[in-house]
């Protein structure tokens, strides 16, 4: 059974880098048929999309926020990770990891629990 | 505002069928296959429905959805308590060139 676990640190200062990682088990990262995202929801508000890549590299990133996120794989530790740079209050969110199939990308089969992340001093 | 419109909340009562709907644009739902996700409070977003209507294994065939132009829409029948949760669309859009979600609906078992 695939699990998707995230990890990092819980609280960022404002405009300070976000960085979580995503470790993959029962499966691996570089299967030519998913994607792997990042998922975001904000307190009190709905799913938002940030991005997401293949295990080749390639990436592509919600447009609100793509000056902001850089996504990263790394095969040989099944990881794949986010980095959201100039953070402020409005990223406070709990993010998600999640694997998409490659032929529809909205299709999100497995999810990480989550890990609520806070933007403040 | 999403991309995606879905009405903010639903209700039932037990055993009754209710529908929940989305509304989009020739960009995804128009040109795409619709997904629904049921996300309960503390845990992952489940993914419901796929690729329009086919449900991935153990989701009961009480829930059930349909695609019509820019429109969909998620029926749940023989509606039960542990059905109240929040309910997304999602959509690969074409303009965007992104997922997008609807902004989900909130489902109150009475």
């Known amino acids: 059974q695939l699990q998707l676990q995230e990890s990092g640190p819980r609280l960022v200062k404002p405009s300070e880098t976000l960085s979580l990682t995503c470790t993959v088990s029962?499966?691996?990262?570089?299967?030519?048929?998913?994607?792997w995202g990042w998922i975001r929801q904000p307190p009190g508000k709905g799913l938002e999309w940030i991005g997401s890549?293949?295990?080749?590299?390639?990436?592509y990133y919600n447009p609100s926020l793509k000056s902001r996120v850089t996504i990263s794989v790394d095969t040989s530790k099944n990881q794949f990770s986010l980095r959201l740079s100039s953070v402020t209050a409005a990223d406070t969110a709990v993010y998600y990891c999640?694997?998409?199939?490659?032929?529809?990308?909205?299709?999100?089969?497995?999810w990480g629990q989550g890990t609520l992340v806070t933007v403040s001093s | 505002q999403s991309v995606l419109t879905q009405p903010p909340s639903a209700s039932g009562t037990p055993g009754q069928r209710v529908t929940i709907s989305c509304s989009g644009s020739s960009s995804n739902i128009g040109s795409n296959a619709v997904n629904w996700y049921q996300h309960l409070p503390g845990t992952a977003p489940k993914l419901l429905i796929y690729s329009n209507n086919q449900r991935p294994s153990g989701v009961p065939d009480r829930f059930s959805a349909s695609k019509s132009g820019t429109s969909a829409s998620l029926a749940i029948s023989g509606l039960q308590s542990e059905d109240e949760a929040d309910y997304y669309c999602?959509?690969?859009?074409?303009?965007?060139?992104?997922?997008?979600f609807g902004g989900g609906t909130k489902l109150t078992v009475l």
């Open positions: 029962g499966g691996s990262i570089t299967s030519s048929s998913y994607y």
């Open positions: 999640a694997r998409q199939y490659y032929y529809d990308p909205s299709g999100l089969e497995y």
């Open positions: 890549m293949y295990y080749s590299g390639s990436t």
């Open positions: 999602a959509e690969w859009d074409d303009s965007l060139n992104g997922v997008v």
